[in-house]
Structures are given as C-alpha cells and as structure tokens.
C-alpha cells in the first residue's frame, strides 16, 4: 500500500501489518472519467481509469461486501533479520455509512520500478471496477493465528524465512 503520510504508514504497518511505503496517489476526475495515478519519486508506476459515477451499483451488496472480514500476514523482522512477528491478522471495517457506490468500464497500466514493483503482478484482464464514497472507520484487529507460537513454530518459522529469504518482508 502506498501512501503520502508517514504517521499512516508506521501506524498501519506496525498495529495491523498493511505493508505500506512513502509514495504519491492521486485520485481526482476529469470530465467523465475518474484518474487515479501512483508516482514513487518522480517515476509514474500506475494509472488507472473508470468511468465516473457510470452506473450505480448495488449499495445493499457493497455494504456487506465492505462488512465482511478482512484477512492480512503480518510479518515483521527482528533486528537480525529473523522473523520476531508473523500472524495472520483478521481486521474490519466499522461505523460504515455508504454515500454512494458505481461500477464502470476500467482500465489499468502498470510500470516496471525497481522498489515500487506493482508491475511484476501483471493485469491480464479488468474484471469489474467500483468507484465508492463512505465514511468508515478502520476498526482495530485481531490475532487469529501466530505462526511462530508453539508447537508449530518450526513448520511456520521456516515459512517466514523463506518468505523473508524472498524478499516479501519489509523492514
């Protein structure tokens, strides 16, 4: 997740384990088209297209769509390098009242970055796209299991170690 605050960032990083990094999204409409682009530094590494408020969708559905648990790995190094958090974290979202919800043709393009590598997950197809306006609140998580407690510490910590050997973890 990238994003242009840095208190978000460390907070969305160490509390839920969102892995997050300094980076400028922009989300703004032009005519009849909404434009959001992604710029690490000065590089451009995503732009993505819809129609603005093209068709109205089904609010019934986003609601409990935006209801529904949401599931994150959260794993933090140790100062050595070796995994000292890694759990999976069930997170909602609450309070949530939905202004507005609509769905639209899309398109999205990604550009190869060294340190910013959304285009290494390549887009074959835009399914869906859904534009929404909410106020929500990102509600506290929860531990639901941790894979470095025993007796499965052994089997689980060398899934961390190689997911950290494969440049998944962030620092």
Not at 59 to 87: Q, Y
């Amino acid at each position: 997740m990238f994003l242009n605050d840095h208190p978000p960032i460390a907070g969305g990083r160490e509390l839920w384990g969102f892995p997050k990094k300094l980076a400028g999204p922009s989300l703004r409409t032009e005519t009849d088209t909404l434009v959001g682009t992604l710029d690490y530094g000065p590089v451009r590494v995503a732009t993505g297209t819809m129609g603005y408020k093209h068709r109205q969708a089904d609010a019934e559905t986003t609601l409990l769509d935006l209801a529904s648990p949401n599931f994150l790995l959260k794993i933090i190094p140790h100062v050595d390098g070796s995994p000292r958090i890694c759990e999976l974290v069930e997170y909602r979202l609450e309070d949530i009242r939905l202004k507005g919800v609509w769905t639209g043709p899309g398109a999205l393009t990604l550009h190869a970055h060294a340190l910013a590598p959304v285009a290494d997950l390549p887009v074959v197809e835009v399914v869906s796209t859904t534009h929404l306006v909410a106020d929500l609140t990102l509600g506290l998580g929860k531990v639901v299991y941790d894979y470095l407690q025993e007796p499965a510490r052994s089997t689980h910590c060398d899934r961390c170690r190689s997911l950290r050997d494969e440049g998944a973890l962030l620092a």
